[in-house]
């Protein structure tokens, strides 16, 4: 493939990815999302690519990158390939803004966090991002009117049309979100000379040709931020979705440092051996096993239980212990 083309590949069968990033070690979250994964890829027969999603640059931990490698394989996870890391090459991405920019649906924007703040509504409970309303435009950016990316050192976001994105989803079901009244105009490039998150996932799925997109349930709302940009870009068609619920802690918080150690090397420090680690997130499943293999051959995502998991200190007493 040409560097910076950005048009979507045509893979011999479906293809997913296990998609890591280094800004921390692995957790026992993370690894649930990724064995369910992985299982879906062995029934279903679809191409696994290893993904390094290391572009969240400040906060990309010395070593994280071998580590997460290496946990994967202890789960007992493999693929079929492993793609260059993000970082590798800049040009796909700077080409996908080069493309919005022409279409007149980007624009620079140099408003700090307390003045968005101060000039718009708070966000609603639980919403990570304050929302941009279209009013907070420069008064130059005229919306279909071709322009130049001619700048990366400032934050360029995308100016979101109202209206709502439906979709279907394989475990949550039929999604409709407005991400112009949820998060308004969102970021797609960032003022550290990079692209943000939503923008470089369409362009390495569309350019890998990803058809199988597997991720817990917190990004739904960022899968139709992510479908407004594959019909911008015309890098389709979209990928299938799956969102899967995800692992909190007993104060119903998604699981983080707070919650104490969960990251799988600590247990592995600890002589937690693989089986039982695969045991538990099985259990949180609705399956018996012991092995990645096992636990693709026992799993069902019909059957998947629906709720969000609570771990507890019962399931770390189980990990370390072997008690329950």
């Not at 919403?127 to 950016?141: I, K, T």
């Not at 475990?171 to 943000?196: K, L």
């Not at 919650?259 to 680690?277: N, S, Y």
Request: net charge neutral; proline share 7%.
């Amino acid at each position: 493939m040409a560097c910076g083309e950005i048009a979507r590949s045509a893979p011999p069968r479906a293809t997913t990815r296990l998609a890591p990033s280094p800004t921390g070690a692995l957790h026992l979250g993370n690894a649930r999302t990724f064995l369910v994964n992985w299982a879906l890829a062995k029934q279903h027969g679809w191409r696994v690519l290893l993904r390094i999603e290391d572009l969240d640059t400040p906060r990309v931990k010395p070593g994280a990158i071998g580590q997460a490698v290496d946990i994967l394989r202890w789960l007992g996870l493999g693929w079929d390939e492993r793609v260059p890391l993000q970082s590798a090459d800049m040009e796909p991405y700077r080409m996908a803004m080069r493309r919005l920019a022409r279409q007149g649906v980007v624009y620079p924007c140099t408003l700090t966090r307390s003045q968005i703040a101060a000039a718009a509504s708070a966000p609603n409970e639980g919403q990570h991002e304050q929302r941009f309303p279209p009013e907070l435009r420069p008064g130059s950016f005229v919306f279909g009117e071709p322009a130049a990316f001619d700048r990366e050192d400032v934050n360029w976001r995308l100016a979101v049309e109202p209206g709502t994105v439906e979709f279907a989803d394989a475990f949550a079901g039929r999604q409709s979100h407005d991400v112009s009244a949820s998060v308004g105009d969102f970021v797609v490039w960032t003022a550290r000379g990079q692209p943000s998150y939503q923008l470089a996932v369409v362009v390495d799925d569309a350019r890998q040709g990803v058809t199988e997109v597997v991720r817990g349930d917190d990004l739904l709302g960022s899968a139709a931020r992510q479908i407004i940009l594959y019909r911008l870009l015309g890098v389709g068609p979209e990928p299938r979705y799956t969102h899967i619920p995800l692992v909190r802690g007993e104060d119903g918080r998604r699981l983080a440092k707070r919650h104490g150690d969960t990251r799988l090397t600590h247990f592995r420090a600890l002589g937690v051996p693989p089986e039982r680690v695969i045991g538990l997130l099985a259990s949180w499943c609705g399956v018996r096993a012991e092995t990645a293999e096992e636990f693709a051959r026992a799993f069902d995502l019909r059957t998947m239980p629906r709720d969000d998991v609570l771990y507890t200190k019962v399931h770390e007493r189980w990990l370390i212990d072997g008690e329950q």
